[in-house]
């Protein structure tokens, strides 16, 4: 199992397709660039990332003994790059404002956060 988790861990780095967008933002922190200028969640810059990761989740699930729970993984990927996909717009704040640690049982949500997760949710029903 922990093979198997590296492997995915190494397939996703692998293909990070934000790396650059880290390394701007590391050199904007090393030369103290305003903090209004650095940006506090790096999306994909390709939204396609997601469906990469379905459909190679799905190619290394055809022969595992794992296989349910490998596709269970890349419905997940799958309706994660619908998401970001539909709620892109809603997004952008999130990139300029920095979120603080939450306290889970008294914070109240973010109608988009809610909604992006009601939509995966409802996807991966749909898929079922």
Do not use: C
């Not at 492997?7 to 103290?32: A, C, D, G, P, W």
């Not at 810059?45 to 190679?56: G, P």
């Not at 300029?96 to 409802?122: G, N």
Request: hydrophobic share 40%; proline share 3%; charged share 20%.
């Amino acid at each position: 199992m922990i093979s198997l988790f590296m492997l995915v861990l190494h397939s996703s780095i692998r293909n990070l397709s934000f790396q650059k967008e880290l390394e701007s933002t590391m050199t904007q922190i090393q030369y103290r660039e305003e903090p209004a200028n650095i940006r506090y969640i790096i999306l994909p810059d390709n939204n396609a990332i997601f469906q990469k990761r379905s459909k190679r989740l799905s190619d290394i699930a055809a022969n595992s003994e794992i296989k349910d729970y490998l596709f269970f993984l890349s419905k997940i990927s799958f309706s994660q790059g619908q998401a970001v996909s539909q709620f892109a717009s809603s997004f952008q704040e999130f990139i300029i404002t920095p979120e603080m640690p939450l306290d889970t049982f008294k914070h109240q949500r973010q109608k988009s956060w809610l909604s992006t997760v009601r939509f995966i949710t409802e996807q991966m029903a749909a898929s079922a």
